[in-house]
Structures are given as structure tokens and as C-alpha cells.
């Protein structure tokens, strides 16, 4: 198990560096996704409950939500409509 | 045998058949041409600039901006790791509200879910454990979105055309 934590949190710090080295702020949405995955599976194995298991989803859920808010109020700027 | 390295081979095994059902998944659910959202169209936009294929970037930009299959088989893996079946179950339910949330269709997420589940809970009886799933889906999502974006997106869209021709031959 906790070699698992450790590839989690191996791979949130990497998409820590990725995201904070891309210029682009939409590029960087994908780096910021994976590291939302990371945390996520690593959250719930550090605490194995059945709230961390919902409060997981509600966590993950909302990142995807975030992330299409952001994405949409960026194209309706850039579009301008 | 170490339990170390038994567990990179059970982790190593995971990423190929998580691979395998939520990619397939995806794309028997159209995501490569779902675009539902303005989110989705600008995010593609932002890794066709630099040479990435339209199909895959569609399906990367859907993996960031809602539920579907690759969160699901992530969230699956995390109820069956803490509830077993009914853990999964759940993941399920909230992966479906997410979906309704964003205004999609939902059933790419929900049936990735459950077949995950199901395929996860399975795999416990030969020795997988929970927790090499939850890693093969962190591998799985860096490769996809965190190595290469453009690279990742031409393979994606290689996948969808092989799909699009098995349809197109089967319409025939």
C-alpha cells in the first residue's frame, strides 16, 4: 500500500512542477487535472473511511467542475461574447 | 518473491487493463466528438496550436472537464478500496450527479464506474489489491495528459479513427 502513496504523491508533485513551468493557461488545466487524480488517491488512502470516500468525489467532481468553469469563462473572454 | 515487487507487477498489470476499459469505454461513448461544453473547444484549441490531433485532444479536454470513464474508474477504485462493491457503487452515483452538474449525458462516467468496480473487486480474488488500481490510474492519467500532451493526443486519435472504421464497416 505504500508504494501506491508514494507513486500518488510522486506523480502531484511532478504535476506541481509541470504546472507552475507551462506558460499557457490552458495547458495548464491539464497538469492541474492530474494533480486533482493525485491527491484524490492518495486522500483516500491516508484515511480509509467512508467520509474521505465521499468527500473524494465531492473533491474530484469539483475539480472537473473548476476546470470547465475556468476553461468556459476564458473562452467567452477571448471570444468576447 | 519481495512484496515490492509483486505489488509494481500487480500495478504494472492494472495500468494496461485500466488502459484498456476506460479508453474503450470513452470512445464507444463518443467523447472524441463531444463537445458540450465551450470549456471543452478551447482547451482543444490549446493543444491543437502545438501539432496535437483534433479527436484526442477533444477526448483529453473532456477528462478534464467532466466525469467520465477515466475519474470513474479512479473513483472506483477508491470505493473498493475503502467499501468494497457498495464503495464503488457510491463512486457511481456521485460520478452520474457530476455529470448531470456539467450538463452531460453521464453515462460514459456512470458505466465506467461500474464496470470498474465490478473488474476491480474481481481482480481482489488473484492477489490485486485496491490501492495498485488507484496507482495504475495516477500512472495511467500522467501518461495521458502529463508527459506529452500532443504526443498523447495524435495516440488518441489513432484509437478513435481504428473505432470510426470498425463503425463505418459495420454500417456498410
Redesign the interface.
Known sequence: METAIYICLIMALYSVIRLIFEPEVMRKLLYLNIFGFAISGSFVMIFPDILTLIATCVFLIGNTLESNALASAYAQRNGGE | MNS?EA??IH?AAAVVMSFILFVSVDLIFNLPTSES???????R???TRHGGDKAGSTM??N?????DAS?GT??A???V???GIP?GL??AV??Y??NK??HDDGYAGTTGTVLATLLITASTYIGF?P??W??A???N??II??IS?THASRGLGALWLLRKGNRMEGKK
Not at chain 2, 63 to 67: D, H, L, R, T
Open positions: 515490492i505489488q509494481l500495478i461544453v465551450r470549456g471543452v473547444a478551447e482547451i484549441k490549446a493543444i483529453m479536454a477528462f478534464v472537464c467532466s466525469p475519474a479512479l473513483l477504485a477508491c470505493g478500496y475503502v467499501a464503495g457510491i463512486a456521485f460520478v450527479l457530476g452538474i456539467c489489491h490501492s495498485d488507484i496507482a490510474m495516477i500512472i492519467i500522467v495528459q502529463g500532451p
